[in-house]
């Protein structure tokens, strides 16, 4: 099971934080990813953490604002959103699966099996 958090209302500019935890299984090899659905819009691929090989890819529209990390201990990885604008207000999951998957099928929301179950980000301009 996966639990995500940390969401909330914030201004442009601003930063949050954002925490996806397993509960009941670790994330092991297997990547873990964050897509985000804003009101009106389809499901997108936001970025993800290859946990076997630490490596990270971003959507072009967060790079070098968002950034991805893990704590093993805790089993948790997070999403820190810098420079927030309006238009990354949506409900945030996060997404894993089971085992290992190609680099390049990591930002398809088909691959994951398991998805927490959203928290809201709200950025006012």
């Known amino acids: 099971q996966l639990q995500a958090s940390g969401g909330g209302l914030v201004q442009a500019g601003d930063s949050l934080r954002l925490s996806c935890a397993a509960s009941?299984?670790?994330?092991?090899?297997?990547?873990v990813a964050w897509f985000r659905q804003g009101p009106g819009k389809e499901r997108e691929f936001v970025g993800v953490?290859?946990?076997?090989?630490?490596?990270?890819d971003y959507a072009e529209s967060v790079k070098g604002r968002f950034t991805i990390s893990r704590n093993n201990a805790k089993n948790t990885v997070y999403l820190e959103m810098n420079n927030l604008k309006p238009e990354d207000t949506a409900v945030y999951h996060c997404?894993?699966?089971?085992?290992?998957?190609?680099?390049?099928?990591?930002?398809?929301?088909?691959?994951?099996?398991?998805w927490g179950q959203g928290t809201q980000v709200t950025v006012s301009s």
């Open positions: 997404a894993t699966r089971n085992g290992r998957i190609v680099t390049s099928s990591q930002h398809l929301a088909g691959v994951y099996e398991y």
């Open positions: 009941g299984r670790t994330f092991n090899s297997a990547p």
């Open positions: 953490i290859d946990m076997w090989t630490g490596r990270r």
